[in-house]
């Protein structure tokens, strides 16, 4: 299948604040539901594991939308008895009001508007720095420096979480979207999103363009997703 290069979902444009609401929170339950959320969050465990307990972990998610894996990150570390500060970083406006509202009772957050080619951070500066369903979003000229920036700020793992592009996950998120109860918006982009994924082929030459050697993709075809860790 090839990859619909230049393609544009409703997301990537600008959408009534409403329909964005609606549209993040079905991207919420859906990872929710078939496991997005879980795979990001066992590769923050495993760092968190291999890390000084009395140690504050920091996480960056990039492309982090309203905050919903920032959230589960910090709703983890609680029961973990963990000290995590988790950054959002969005370049959308309205998505980071909306990331602002929505985390607004975990003083473990904070929300930035940055764009992922040039993230506003030290290097090294965080533990984790994932971008779950963000990368799909970017074409390769913005995919490569966003990648680079994100290897730059990272001290420990990049995690990037994604759709796969096969014609089983592009069945699986059709039917997804037409037999749960979503909002238009995600009908459409839902379905677009698997076309514009990056295939591991396709990932491994991003990744190397950036300047990142040592990174592993694992498959789920059954969840239509990717995991992608560099150190």
């Known amino acids: 299948m090839r990859r619909a290069e230049g393609a544009r979902e409703y997301l990537d444009g600008r959408v009534p604040p409403a329909d964005l609401a609606a549209t993040l929170a079905d991207l919420d339950r859906l990872n929710a539901w078939f496991g997005g959320h879980a795979l990001s969050l066992a590769r923050v465990r495993r760092v968190a594991a291999h890390a000084p307990p009395e140690r504050t972990l920091r996480i960056v998610d990039v492309g982090g939308g309203d905050g919903a894996f920032a959230r589960r990150v910090v709703r983890w570390a609680r029961r973990a008895g963990r000290r995590v500060r988790v950054l959002v970083v969005d370049d959308d406006a309205e998505t980071a ?96 999103s698997v076309r514009r994924a990056y295939a591991p082929s396709e990932l491994g030459a991003l990744f190397g363009a950036a300047g990142v050697t040592r990174a592993t993709v694992t498959r789920y075809p059954w969840l239509a997703r990717l995991v992608v860790e560099a150190t």
């Open 97 to 192: 009001r909306l990331a602002i509202a929505a985390c607004a009772a975990y003083p473990d957050i904070a929300v930035l508007r940055a764009d992922a080619t040039a993230l506003p951070l030290a290097a090294g500066a965080a533990d984790v720095v994932h971008a779950g369903l963000t990368l799909h979003h970017l074409e390769p000229d913005a995919a490569v420096p966003a990648l680079r920036e994100m290897r730059r700020a990272c001290r420990g793992r990049v995690v990037v979480n994604d759709l796969a592009r096969t014609p089983l996950a592009l069945g699986l998120v059709w039917l997804a979207t037409r037999l749960l109860p979503v909002h238009p918006m995600s009908r459409h982009d839902g379905p677009l």
